[in-house]
């Protein structure tokens, strides 16, 4: 069985297993009920369907009276025509576990994980899952970018909404967090307080780097502005100047900071145009994202 270092790091409460199968990490108090209800090693047994979507499809698991959303990993890109949801490393789910206890210890809002797992594909291919507590009564912000682009979205929390996703990307990169698919659908309002700091999802691939320094906290910046142009692009927002000046002055307060940002995010967006256009076009016609992705 191959060794996966990255469990010496699971935080306390939670119980491993594994055998020929894979390996399965959850939180205690819930293995008994994932178990009886097919989240465990036994690949057979197929979780009923989520009313959420991601990427792809999402399955959905209750126990003690909760809802738990489970998110299978899909490649991105022009890879998931080529290898689907077959990955090479088996670590993944395990370090999205460690990285959203780490990321609810300092203070943000990340859906608790609640289990997670890596199941055998033969030919040293895994199954990557991780489990979820679901966040009722919320949407990601695409979904709010789109009510505000059908005129359901009151001014003012529209624009303390801006504000509180700059405060909040801001905070992340004071940690030194950087969000590797840093988009919309990742960032998640809670209807009865849209104002609010958003809540942080998916954090697949994301990391801690000590020293972050402009350029990568410019890069991140630049992968939310290409995704919020993207839903513009396809009727599915509006980007107003006043609103994503209010996001700006969130991240950056100093005003030589935020203009120095502002140049380098559009100078490397006009640089990258051409080809993020063709991916666009490839996923809108041949396919590849979820139902309801965004």
């Known amino acids: ?20 199968r894979g390996v399965c990490a959850r939180r205690v108090e819930l293995e008994r009920e994932f178990e009886e209800r097919g989240f465990g090693l036994d690949a057979a047994r197929e979780l009923p369907r989520s009313d ?3 990427r792809t499809e999402l ?10 959303v489970v ?51 033969g030919a040293g291919a895994w199954f990557l899952d991780v489990v979820t ?11 709010v970018l789109a009510a505000d682009a059908r005129g359901e ?40 307080a849209p104002d609010a700091e958003p809540w942080v999802l998916d954090l697949d691939r994301s990391t801690f780097v000590d020293g972050l320094d402009v350029e990568r906290r410019t890069d991140n910046l630049r992968r939310l502005h290409r995704h919020v142009a993207r839903l513009v692009l396809e009727g599915r927002a509006v980007a107003r100047r006043t609103d994503l000046a209010r996001f700006a002055r969130a991240y950056a307060p100093e005003r030589g900071e935020r203009r120095a940002l502002v140049r380098a995010i559009q100078t490397g967006q ?12 490839l996923e809108r016609h041949l396919g590849g994202r979820g139902s309801d992705a965004r």
């Open 270 to 281: 006009r640089r990258s145009r051409g080809l993020h256009s063709t991916g666009w076009f």
């Open 1 to 20: 069985m191959t060794s996966l270092p990255i469990l010496a790091e699971l935080p306390a409460g939670f119980r491993v297993v594994r055998d020929e």
């Open 133 to 143: 507590r679901r966040v009722e009564g919320s949407r990601d912000l695409g979904r």
């Open 153 to 192: 979205l009151d001014v003012a929390p529209r624009r303390r909404l801006y504000a509180a996703a700059g405060a909040l990307v801001r905070r992340l990169h004071g940690v030194g967090f950087v969000h590797a698919d840093l988009t919309p659908r990742n960032l998640l309002v809670v209807d009865a």
């Open 59 to 68: 399955r959905e698991l209750t126990a003690a009276g909760a809802r738990f």
């Open 71 to 121: 998110r299978r990993f899909h490649h991105g890109g022009l890879l998931r025509w080529l290898t689907g949801a077959r990955f090479r490393d088996p670590e993944r789910p395990f370090r999205e576990l460690v990285l959203a206890a780490r990321l609810a210890e300092l203070g943000f809002r990340t859906p608790e994980v609640v289990a997670a797992r890596a199941l055998t594909g």
């Open 52 to 54: 959420l979507f991601g």
